[in-house]
């Protein structure tokens, strides 16, 4: 027997022994706190339906009633919100929360996984306090995206409740592989390279055994890199079977980063849940999502972002002519897709752009074809599905978490309200007080 395995038996005799003494002196468990919020509007993010002066009744870290007649303990604490409009934290499905650009050649040559995992905790903490309490993080390099989630489940750092994909399954020579360098420059990182069904199976075992929520396959090329096209699929249909049987078979869900027609079209036959970009769908795609329940995550705000700053930070032309190509089409396909009735959730590809300015895509997919409400819906109810989370989080409803948002007029007439979040509770603890 090794050592570790004697501590850690060491480490159970001590837990089982010590709680029989607590459960032998009697001591009273000590009672979850009990607070009440005071909402003057309150959004129902099911129905879209809005009630005046409800109360929210929290206890721990959880909701125990909601609504217009809830009515308060005298000694329960009341957080007054009856000037402003609450929500249900936000979730953003299609994060990377551990980067964020600077100067391109920087990024790739100056820095290390080390510079990137010291930092992440900065921008976990300005998208919560942003009002995005949940977020899917869909890639991230050395498991990065594995201790920050933990870290803040220990409660060592702030930031929002997290599913993580770690490392971003792709082909050589596709979007996750370093592409336009010497074929002699090589990185001492962990791959995310898979080919063929044998290599494919080997990493999502690897990446299961090592944290993985939920996997992230890379269907397509990709806008932000240097290989040649923005649509080709990158897998064969057999290997995007593989990467989904093989998830499924340890319970994970697959994101497939998809941009090109053909390739959405492939990962959606394989049986991924979600779609993310879609940049270039057709009708056929869009009528196999609709059919199969796909969600579509259309990033459609950050190509503003791509556009103004990218050539600043030493971008190759390439890379800002593909994202001309692709930024508008994405939008249009966005509401095509939208008016054929496919389902959507709220995704930014938030560390494309600052951290924190997620609620930025509300506006856009109003101004492509959503209502405020659809649009809060995709980032509240539509989104806990798609994480498989809806009995927990999106909603203000007895047994959900206590994640609640504030702001000050009404989001469902002026979406970019959600810009300016004045109130974020996570887990019946309050990270921004309104002043
Ligand atoms: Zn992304």
């Given at each position: 027997?090794?050592?570790?395995?004697?501590?850690?038996?060491a480490?159970?005799?001590?837990?089982?022994?010590?709680?029989?003494?607590s459960?032998?002196?009697?001591e009273?468990?000590?009672?979850?706190?009990?607070?009440?919020?005071?909402?003057?509007?309150?959004?129902?993010?099911k129905?879209?339906?809005?009630?005046?002066?409800?109360?929210?009744?929290?206890?721990?870290?959880?909701?125990?009633?909601?609504g217009?007649?809830?009515t308060?303990?005298?000694e329960?604490?009341v957080?007054?919100l009856?000037?402003?409009?609450?929500?249900?934290?936000?979730?953003d499905?299609?994060?990377?929360m551990t980067?964020q650009p600077?100067?391109?050649?920087?990024?790739?040559?100056?820095k290390?996984?080390i510079?990137?995992?010291?930092?992440?905790?900065?921008?976990?903490?300005?998208?919560?306090?942003?009002?995005?309490t949940?977020?899917r993080?869909v890639?991230?390099?050395?498991?990065?995206?594995?201790a920050?989630?933990?870290?803040?489940?220990?409660?060592?750092v702030?930031g929002?409740?997290m599913?993580?994909?770690?490392?971003?399954?792709?082909?050589?020579g596709?979007?996750?592989?370093?592409?336009?360098?010497?074929?002699?420059?090589?990185?001492?990182?962990?791959s995310?390279?898979?080919?063929?069904?044998?290599?494919?199976?080997?990493?999502i075992r690897?990446?299961?055994?090592?944290?993985?929520?939920?996997?992230?396959?890379?269907?397509?090329?990709?806008?932000?890199?240097e290989?040649?096209s923005?649509?080709?699929?990158?897998?064969?249909?057999?290997?995007?079977?593989?990467i989904?049987?093989?998830?499924?078979?340890?319970?994970?869900?697959v994101?497939a980063?998809?941009?090109?027609?053909?390739?959405?079209?492939?990962?959606?036959?394989?049986?991924v849940?979600?779609i993310?970009?879609?940049?270039?769908?057709?009708?056929?795609?869009?009528?196999?999502?609709?059919?199969?329940?796909?969600?579509l995550?259309?990033?459609?705000y950050?190509?503003?972002?791509?556009?103004a700053e990218?050539?600043?930070?030493?971008?190759p032309?390439?890379?800002?002519?593909?994202?001309?190509m692709?930024g508008?089409?994405?939008r249009?396909?966005?509401?095509k897709?939208?008016?054929?009735g496919?389902?959507?959730?709220?995704?930014?590809?938030?560390?494309?752009?600052?951290?924190g300015?997620?609620a930025?895509?509300?506006?856009?997919?109003?101004?492509?074809g959503?209502?405020?409400t659809?649009?809060?819906?995709a980032?509240t109810v539509?989104?806990?599905?798609?994480?498989?989370?809806?009995?927990?989080v999106?909603v203000?409803?007895?047994?959900?978490?206590?994640?609640?948002?504030?702001?000050?007029?009404?989001?469902?007439?002026?979406?970019t309200?959600?810009?300016?979040?004045?109130?974020?509770?996570?887990?019946?603890?309050?990270?921004?007080?309104?002043?």
């Amino acid at each position: 027997m090794n050592k570790r395995v004697i501590s850690l038996i060491a480490c159970l005799c001590f837990v089982i022994s010590f709680t029989v003494i607590s459960a032998q002196t009697g001591e009273p468990k000590q009672q979850p706190k009990r607070i009440a919020i005071k909402a003057g509007r309150l959004i129902d993010t099911k129905t879209g339906a809005v009630t005046n002066n409800a109360f929210i009744l929290i206890e721990g870290d959880k909701i125990t009633a909601a609504g217009p007649g809830v009515t308060v303990p005298a000694e329960v604490e009341v957080i007054d919100l009856k000037d402003k409009t609450v929500a249900p934290g936000l979730i953003d499905c299609h994060t990377h929360m551990t980067f964020q650009p600077g100067n391109y050649y920087d990024d790739i040559f100056r820095k290390s996984p080390i510079d990137v995992a010291v930092i992440a905790h900065v921008y976990a903490r300005r998208t919560l306090e942003a009002g995005f309490t949940t977020v899917r993080d869909v890639g991230a390099g050395e498991f990065i995206d594995v201790a920050l989630r933990n870290a803040i489940n220990r409660g060592d750092v702030v930031g929002p409740r997290m599913q993580v994909a770690t490392l971003t399954v792709g082909a050589t020579g596709g979007h996750g592989d370093t592409n336009g360098f010497s074929p002699y420059l090589k990185f001492g990182s962990f791959s995310g390279l898979a080919d063929g069904v044998d290599e494919i199976r080997k990493l999502i075992r690897f990446e299961v055994k090592y944290g993985a929520d939920l996997i992230k396959m890379l269907a397509t090329a990709g806008v932000l890199s240097e290989e040649e096209s923005v649509g080709a699929p990158q897998f064969s249909q057999e290997e995007m079977n593989a990467i989904v049987e093989e998830a499924k078979m340890w319970g994970k869900r697959v994101a497939a980063h998809a941009h090109g027609a053909e390739g959405i079209k492939r990962a959606v036959r394989a049986g991924v849940t979600s779609i993310e970009h879609g940049s270039l769908i057709d009708d056929e795609g869009i009528k196999m999502m609709k059919e199969r329940g796909t969600y579509l995550v259309a990033d459609i705000y950050n190509d503003d972002y791509i556009i103004a700053e990218f050539s600043k930070l030493g971008y190759p032309d390439k890379i800002i002519e593909k994202e001309r190509m692709v930024g508008r089409t994405q939008r249009e396909n966005f509401q095509k897709a939208a008016r054929a009735g496919v389902k959507l959730a709220f995704g930014t590809d938030a560390g494309v752009y600052p951290h924190g300015w997620n609620a930025k895509q509300f506006a856009h997919m109003v101004k492509w074809g959503l209502t405020p409400t659809q649009a809060i819906q995709a980032a509240t109810v539509n989104a806990a599905d798609l994480l498989g989370w809806n009995d927990r989080v999106g909603v203000i409803a007895p047994g959900a978490f206590a994640d609640v948002i504030a702001v000050d007029g009404d989001p469902l007439k002026d979406v970019t309200e959600l810009e300016r979040v004045k109130f974020v509770m996570k887990g019946g603890v309050v990270y921004k007080p309104t002043k």
